[in-house]
């Protein structure tokens, strides 16, 4: 009896101190894991949800979001509008500051707003600055960086001009492309070329060395493909806020099970689950939470004409007919329920889900459409429509581009085969890293892709203007003279009735042309260490948040 009591003790021990490693209240100290490796944490760059992760904690913008994920001040301390809604004043507090104890100033926010639209830069995500004055006639070298509608009143009172009314501008400026940057710490890490149109030299957000830093948080470790580390910002204007000092990204892993053992074993504070990990933690009665991450999967076809990697190339996909066979041979319920098989997911019948609008009433239940459903015959009928249109005997292999960690390679297998299935179309899986597939995505060079994206704002423009033909995150180059019109029309309407009939009509603009075929909605669901206590998840601002979080003994 001793020896077992003394076995019993020794176990809970083991235990109890497993649970406080990835937690510790002495330290202040939270232990967490990502999915990937940053491709780059220059906020004026490309925009990735794991970078967002960092850039959300060690940046801020003039407004923010509170620990209930409502809009609030940041770096402004108030702001107004301007005669009609053309444009806003803000009015920055005097005490933020760089993490070297500069202030942080209006003159930081004009030089990285310019920097985000600068045609050096070839920054995919430029057209989130177009709603700013001259921001797209920068973009395409026709204006000045100047001309861009914001300019520094003095070194507190920062002025923006608009384009045309945007009643979601408020919320943009949470948006990492609208993070500020210091012009002269930027300069020492990076060069112009000589012709001014690219970087000689980019050393800028390289490591932790080469970024300042105005948020909660300062970058003071990064491994790269291996570990973060994430120190409490004590320039930052409210230190107080910040219970937890240290977030320490040790681990980076796509590996569900892997990552699910690292929480048990206390090494990790939460995870997420797919089907497998979830049944275990159901059966070790774990407390599940969940919550609408607003990311959005969908196939996207490739509609250019040609493509600069394969001369010998045939644009297939240009062909209405030839879509609409594939919308109507995906069976999507499928992949919810028994590819995913995690509660919460939605099956998608629109680009923009269930996350955008008032939780209560979200936009999709204002403006529904109608599922989209499986018929291998009509898909059929639409195949053959296409082949004589096209005058093709036969149709090319064709390519599908996924991410190749464990849940990318079976939702591809799945189309692969459903597809092959329904079609009798050779699917070739093209299986690429996270970040190998993005530079393939953003090159152009796929047949179909199998991709997803995320909100930016709360408003339906975040998701209807990924297909208009200017926005560059548009892989598939979708061009139409009907559609771009329905989005610059909610872009320079201010009438909020007229500007959801627009996008009501973009959304069946998609439909009726298969532009994409919407898969799902995706729901998250997750495990966190009990004694961690206020950290955030939501579809808008930075996911998990920890900067309202602390550990509770």
């Known amino acids: 009896m001793p020896r077992l009591f003394l076995l019993l003790l020794l176990s809970f021990l083991l235990s109890a101190s497993a649970e406080d490693e990835c937690v510790n209240a002495k330290e202040k100290r939270v232990d967490l894991y990502m999915t990937d490796d940053p491709p780059t944490l220059d906020t004026m760059d490309k925009v990735t949800s794991v970078a967002w992760f960092i850039q959300g904690h060690v940046f801020e913008g003039l407004m923010a979001m509170d620990k209930n994920q409502r809009l609030g001040p940041g770096v402004a301390e108030r702001y107004e509008w301007l005669p009609g809604n053309l444009g806003l004043r803000f009015f920055l507090r005097k005490n933020a500051q760089w993490s070297d104890g500069k202030p942080v100033t209006a003159k930081d926010f004009v030089f990285a707003w310019q920097q985000v639209v600068a045609p050096a830069k070839a920054n995919e995500y430029a057209f989130i600055m177009y709603y700013v004055k001259n921001g797209e006639k920068i973009n395409k070298g026709g204006a000045p960086l100047t001309d861009l509608g914001v300019k520094a009143i003095d070194d507190y009172i920062l002025e923006v001009q608009l384009e045309n009314p945007c009643p979601f501008f408020l919320d943009l400026t949470t948006f990492v492309s609208f993070m500020p940057c210091r012009e002269d710490f930027f300069w020492s890490r990076a060069k112009l070329a000589a012709n001014g149109k ?4 980019m050393r800028y957000a390289a490591t932790p060395a080469d970024m300042l830093y105005n948020g909660p948080y300062k970058l003071t470790a990064w491994v790269k493909r291996t570990s973060l580390r994430m120190e409490r910002n004590e320039h930052y204007w409210q230190p107080d806020l910040i219970k937890i000092h240290t977030l320490n990204i040790k681990y980076i892993s796509q590996e569900f099970n892997a990552n699910f053992t690292l929480f048990n074993s206390g090494k990790i504070a939460f995870t997420s689950l797919n089907d497998e990990t979830l049944k275990a933690a159901l059966a070790a009665k774990l407390p599940l939470n969940t919550y609408n991450d607003g990311g959005f999967a969908y196939l996207e076809f490739n509609h250019r004409p040609k493509r600069s990697d394969r001369p010998d190339w045939q644009p297939i996909f240009a062909n209405r007919n ?31 889900p269930h996350c955008i609008g008032d939780k209560n009433n979200p936009w999709p239940a204002q403006f529904p459409m109608a599922p989209i459903v499986k018929n291998a015959k009509l898909a059929r009928e639409y195949l053959e429509k296409a082949r004589l249109e096209l005058k093709l005997e036969k149709f090319p292999a064709i390519d599908l581009l996924v991410t190749d960690d464990p849940r990318g390679i079976a939702q591809g297998e799945y189309l692969q085969y459903c597809l092959s299935r329904a079609l ?20 152009g060079h796929f047949d179909l892709v199998f991709t997803n994206w995320g909100p930016d704002y709360n408003d339906p423009m975040t998701y209807i203007d990924l297909l208009w033909s200017k926005n560059q995150n548009n892989h598939g180059a979708y ?52 004694k961690l206590k206020g950290m955030t998840r939501d579809c808008l601002g930075t996911d998990p948040c920890l900067i309202h979080a602390w550990i509770e003994e």
Do not use: M, W
């Open 424 to 443: 009798g179309l050779k699917i070739n899986l093209d299986l690429q890293t996270f970040k190998h597939r993005l530079k393939k995505q953003n090159d």
């Open 322 to 352: 030839f879509r609409l066979a594939f919308q109507h041979a995906i069976k999507s319920e499928d992949i919810v329920n028994r590819i995913i098989g995690i509660p919460g997911y939605k099956v998608g019948n629109s680009l923009v």
């Open 479 to 530: 061009s139409s003279v009907e559609y771009d019109a329905l989005v610059t029309g909610a872009q320079n309407c201010a009438d909020p009735v007229k500007r959801n009939q627009l996008f009501d009509l973009a959304q069946r603009h998609i439909r009726d042309n298969a532009v994409i075929v919407p898969i799902y909605e995706r729901s998250i669901v997750y495990v966190v260490n009990k």
């Open 198 to 201: 690219s970087y000689a030299e």
